[in-house]
């Protein structure tokens, strides 16, 4: 862990004007669904590219899709992509809750919104 970002803000500083200027206005709360979006289309298109790697739709397993998603992963001409989507999106279920948990943070302890909003986006 680094020590940089507390002792910044220990004293005084935060963002940069010059990168804070260039981030547009946001509602921190729709950074938060803008965030749910981001970390969920990887999800979209690992199914699209589950459908395509199957041929059809009805070939597709819900009694069991890990196993198949897992022999998926292996074909030949999807599997590579199938596997950098299925990464992502298990990245991004990672990485949200401290995220979220930081925007409502700034919501809780009252920093200004347009800020919080800003730097969230």
């Known amino acids: 862990m680094s020590?940089?970002?507390p002792t910044v803000a220990l004293l005084g500083g935060g963002v940069p004007l010059a990168i804070t200027n260039w981030l547009q206005p946001v509602s921190p709360?729709?950074?938060l669904l803008g965030s749910v979006f981001l970390f969920n289309t990887p999800h979209m298109f690992s199914m699209y590219y589950k459908y395509r790697a199957v041929k059809s739709i009805t070939?597709?397993?819900?009694?069991n899709?890990?196993?198949?998603?897992?022999a998926l992963m292996k074909d030949a001409e999807y599997g590579s992509v199938l596997t950098r989507c299925i990464a992502a999106h298990q990245n991004g279920l990672e990485s949200f809750p401290p995220f979220?948990?930081?925007?409502l943070a700034?919501?809780?302890v009252g920093v200004d919104k347009m800020k919080a909003g800003q730097i969230a986006y």
């Open 59 to 63: 070939l597709l397993d819900n009694k």
């Open 3 to 5: 020590i940089v970002p």
């Open 100 to 103: 979220a948990a930081g925007v």
């Open 65 to 70: 899709p890990r196993t198949q998603t897992e």
């Open 106 to 108: 700034c919501l809780a």
């Open 29 to 31: 709360l729709k950074a």
